[in-house]
């Protein structure tokens, strides 16, 4: 069965500082996609990346940076320089090929404080 | 383009009474989800269809929750009767393809409350 673990139940950096949020999942299927979502205060899921499980190239968009190893079978990410506006609940998502049944984990609260 | 429309934003009402949520996807999606938000429990898939069609129904958590897709363009989620076990926000989603894995886009979900 396909999990998903977010051991950081809650993060507090100050504004400017690097953080990486922990993402480790399981699953049996060889193919499968990997997403992260944003959560801001306002309440809604945001869309930020998805890496399907062939593709181990790490990804950069602006600030934001993705890890995937499948060896750790991990998928962190990492906020560069981080601001204010950052600070929301993230949450890592897995499914696995032919399955729409996306699971999600608890979720990293990140405050970033001014 | 319009994202996934929810309503109501949000709902409060008293135990017992019967509560309907709509879900309008994204124009051309063919797959609808519908989640549950809890501090427990965290994001819970409750159900999806795919071209109309419920595929996966296992997370409904009683025979009180219902779900329907009549067309493409809507979708319902009921609680008959409902209990303030069931206040959590309610978040719909949809996605582009089935057949290959695409992120879900979510609406602004439904905030529940049962008194």
């Known amino acids: 069965a396909q999990k998903v673990t977010q051991a950081q139940t809650e993060i507090s950096v100050v504004e400017k500082e690097d953080v990486t949020l922990d993402c480790v999942y399981e699953t049996r299927d060889t193919t499968y996609y990997l997403f992260w979502y944003k959560q801001p205060p306002s309440g809604e899921l945001v869309f930020l990346i998805r890496?399907?499980?062939?593709?181990?190239q790490n990804e950069i968009s602006g600030r934001y940076s993705w890890n995937f190893q499948k060896s750790t079978s991990s998928f962190n990410f990492t906020i560069t320089a981080s601001q204010v506006v950052d600070s929301a609940v993230y949450f890592c998502a897995l499914s696995e090929a032919g399955n729409n049944d996306m699971r999600f984990g608890a979720g990293t609260r990140l405050t970033v404080k001014p | 383009d319009a994202g996934v429309i929810q309503s109501p934003r949000h709902e409060v009402t008293e135990m017992g009474q019967e509560v309907t949520l709509r879900c309008k996807p994204i124009?051309?999606?063919?797959?609808l989800f519908w989640y549950r938000q809890t501090m427990m429990r965290g994001l819970e898939l409750l159900i999806y269809f795919n071209n109309n069609v419920p595929i996966d129904d296992s997370g409904m958590p009683e025979d009180r929750f219902s779900a329907k897709m009549p067309n493409a363009s809507f979708s319902t989620l009921k609680i008959q009767p409902s209990e303030p076990r069931d206040s959590a926000v309610y978040f719909c989603a949809s996605s582009p393809d089935r057949d290959v894995i695409q992120p879900q886009h979510f609406g602004d979900g439904t905030r529940l409350s049962i008194l």
């Open positions: 124009s051309g999606h063919n797959s």
């Open positions: 890496r399907n499980s062939f593709d181990e």
